[in-house]
């Protein structure tokens, strides 16, 4: 609350600093001239003593004064604690008083000891260096009235040869002290001052950091809420398009006109779907919500796989498609095989994109290993058209492409690459680019992986038909669309299914029937996929429930596999991936026979 109040008012008055530090150095003097006029208070009379050991015959009238003097600071004190007068105006006070009545002394009574005199004098001086916190004005004034009254009553006392003896019997350097007295306490005024505003400058820039923090926060916040609610206002019918067009695929349709024009679509439909995956898996990668994960994979079968995907493409534009592959590597390696793919197939399908003739090759080789990790070197080069050496400091940006390919008309989206640095940042590698305008390029880069020399058990193959007639699905979607494209799905295989448009809807048929598989969107009116998921689990039923959800993002996943779901499956999702999900909960032919 005290750091928001200096703020504000530092912002809103300019002399707010001032009169803040104005406080502080109050409080921090407080104590140290308080202790001052204590001192003062009880000491000053005991020096009384002194005298009476010195043999002076006027100890007792010494005594009435220094007596008379310290009630006289008696009642500064009195002053300071009702809240009359500070504490630097109360040891101010007090020293103008002790310098006028030591004078007086001086001046009235003779003085025999000069050196003793200037030794309880330079003590004196002493003590109020280490105590005070003055400004330079008051220890300025302090200095002056002291050199000139004790001066004077010397004088008085004894004429010039008094004051000469005085400062050959050691007043020269309590006269000097006194010079220094005031350039000392300035210099710890400075000090305190420059340290309270460095300070206070740190805590109003942390201010507006905090400020510009909860200003970037909101903003990440609300891009956030808008990728979240753009991925489902978009995905949502997306998956219409695309699940009505495969299955439009399916039928036979009359003309090649009707065929070139589903092939259109399905064309269109899959760059749409590509260009909605790379922006919102490009903000997840940037917002630091992807993790690796660390599954152990059969390298050999990964790049096998990954070579039968560009193999027609490479045919179709008559390119060599080159796999060298390091023969010594591991079989198994342990890492994120889902995101290397991702690296690799953007890097493949660029140098396939952008070479007109000749090859594209991907050689990966070992380049050091030890008992638990090996390190690979990967390499995608082709003989394409080149990346110009201005545009090559800028093509992992997001949306940047080079200017060779806007000239070319090869658009895409501009994520590609920049996914690409993104996820090997997660693998704690770089990417390193060579090319030369018409000659080609070489993009490579360098992951450490552990690796494992037992063999990884192999799964079988799910069935693709149902060994139930009986097996009944329902499927819950407040979009009719999907809803349509789910059902047929479902009948293309022999299943049956029931539709519900919201959760409530959803328990009730539950409720009335029994169902093998529930499909369950997760955002819908009335009652959504996680309410009426709860209620079905709340009475004992383990059947399966799948979500069928336009939301892509970790913590939503998380959310549903916590909350009783048994799957998640991301629209727009292909008949394969669909087909893929539900046989794992479902019995099959091949399975019964197991």
């Not at 589903?262 to 630091?288: P, Q, Y």
Request: with cysteine; net charge neutral.
């Amino acid at each position: 609350m005290a750091t928001n109040r200096f703020y504000q008012k530092t912002k809103d008055d300019p002399h707010g600093l001032k009169n803040l530090w104005e406080k502080e150095f109050e409080e921090k003097a407080l104590w140290g001239n308080r202790i001052f006029c204590f001192t003062f208070l009880v000491c000053y009379p005991l020096t009384s003593i002194l005298y009476y050991l010195n043999g002076n015959p006027h100890y007792q009238s010494i005594f009435l004064i220094q007596i008379t003097c310290s009630s006289l600071v008696a009642m500064i004190i009195f002053l300071h604690f009702t809240g009359k007068i500070n504490s630097q105006n109360a040891s101010f006070l007090s020293r103008i008083l002790l310098v006028i009545f030591h004078a007086f002394i001086l001046a009235r009574f003779e003085t025999i000891y000069y050196n003793d005199l200037s030794i309880n004098l330079t003590l004196q001086l002493i003590f109020s260096i280490w105590v005070l916190r003055w400004k330079f004005t008051y220890a300025l004034v302090s200095s002056v009235a002291t050199i000139l009254f004790f001066s004077l009553a010397l004088y008085i006392n004894g004429g010039w040869e008094a004051l000469i003896l005085f400062i050959q019997e050691g007043g020269f350097f309590y006269f000097l002290g006194q010079i220094v007295f005031p350039l000392v306490l300035q210099m710890r005024y400075n000090k305190q001052y420059r340290e309270f505003t460095y300070f206070h400058s740190l805590q109003r820039q942390n201010k507006e950091l905090e400020k510009q923090n909860q200003l970037v926060r909101a903003a990440m916040q609300a891009k956030s809420d808008f990728l979240s609610t753009m991925s489902h206002e978009i995905r949502t019918p997306l998956n219409g398009i695309v699940g009505i067009i495969h299955l439009m695929l399916q039928e036979d349709l009359r003309t090649d006109f009707q065929r070139e024009l589903v092939g259109t679509l399905k064309f269109s439909s899959d760059h749409l779907m590509a260009v909605v995956n790379d922006v919102l898996d490009f903000n997840k990668i940037n917002s630091n919500h992807v993790k690796l994960a660390r599954e152990p994979f059969n390298l050999s079968i990964f790049l096998k796989n990954l070579e039968k995907t560009f193999i027609p493409r490479a045919q179709e534009k008559k390119l060599d498609l080159i796999f060298e592959i390091d023969p010594a590597l591991p079989a198994h390696l342990i890492g994120d095989q889902v995101r290397l793919n991702q690296i690799i197939t953007n890097l493949i399908h660029n140098a396939v994109k952008f070479t007109e003739k000749g090859f594209v090759k991907l050689a990966v080789k070992e380049l050091e290993r030890d008992e638990s990790q090996i390190a690979l070197q990967f390499e995608i080069s082709d003989s394409g058209i080149g990346i110009p050496s201005e545009d090559q400091s800028s093509i992992f940006e997001i949306f940047v492409q080079s200017s060779t390919e806007a000239k070319r008309g090869n658009r895409g989206t501009g994520l590609g690459l920049a996914i690409t640095k993104e996820l090997l940042r997660l693998f704690e590698s770089e990417i390193k680019l060579e090319s030369q305008q018409g000659q080609g390029s070489r993009f490579s880069f360098r992951i450490n992986f552990a690796y494992s020399d037992h063999q990884l058990a192999e799964e079988k193959p799910v069935g693709v038909r149902v060994n139930l007639p009986e097996a009944r699905v329902l499927v819950v979607d407040d979009n009719a669309v999907n809803l349509l494209f789910v059902t047929n799905l479902l009948k293309k295989v022999g299943l049956h299914s029931d539709k519900a448009e919201n959760g409530c809807e959803a328990v009730e048929r539950f409720n009335n029937n029994h169902y093998d598989l529930i499909l369950m969107d997760l955002k819908m009116p009335v009652m959504n996929g996680f309410e009426a998921t709860q209620i079905i689990r709340a009475q004992g039923s383990q059947v399966p429930v799948i979500a069928l959800t336009a939301s892509a993002f970790t913590d939503e996943r998380e959310k549903a596999l916590s909350s009783g779901f048994s799957e998640y499956l991301v629209k727009p999702f292909l008949p394969k991936e669909f087909y893929d999900t539900i046989f794992t909960f479902l019995r099959t032919e091949e399975q019964s026979n197991n």
